[in-house]
């Protein structure tokens, strides 16, 4: 074999390799959380801890009344803030983000782990935003 055959073969192995360590995330991701719809979400959301993942200045601008924001990338860091005695309802624009934090809280002990379905993009409940100082 010469070496373009030889690095052609690695290089598939590789993306093979990564296509399926993906698709075990996915999969890990998934079965981390339940998916809930906009209803669900606002017959219980009295009753949980809402957790808004998305940044601060993305909260700031606009977020379901009664949420904390807890950004996924100081997730590891203040996930002690959270109760694990009580159901927690994550969400983020889409839910790529509320997954991964999901998962993160899985691994910490924390159980009933719910993700809005469609993420805030689609929420049709209430809001709010912080007024500007203007």
Excluded at 19 to 39: P, Y
Excluded at 40 to 53: A, L, S, W
Excluded at 117 to 131: A, E, L, M, N, P
């Amino acid at each position: 074999m010469d070496t373009w055959t030889i690095v052609t073969i690695i290089l598939w192995i590789g993306i093979i390799a990564w296509g399926i360590w993906e698709l075990v995330q996915f999969f890990r991701r998934k079965n981390a959380a339940t998916a809930i719809e906009n209803d669900e979400f606002k017959q219980n959301m009295r009753k949980v801890q809402i957790v808004d993942v998305r940044g601060k200045d993305d909260f700031d601008a606009g977020h379901i009344l009664g949420a904390r924001n807890i950004p996924y990338m100081q997730m590891k860091q203040r996930f002690g803030e959270l109760r694990k005695d009580q159901p927690i309802y994550l969400y983020d624009d889409k839910k790529t983000i509320s997954y991964r934090s999901a998962l993160l809280l899985k691994k910490n002990g924390f159980d009933n782990i719910y993700v809005l379905k469609d993420g805030y993009s689609k929420w049709d409940g209430k809001i709010k935003r912080k007024k500007s100082l203007n």
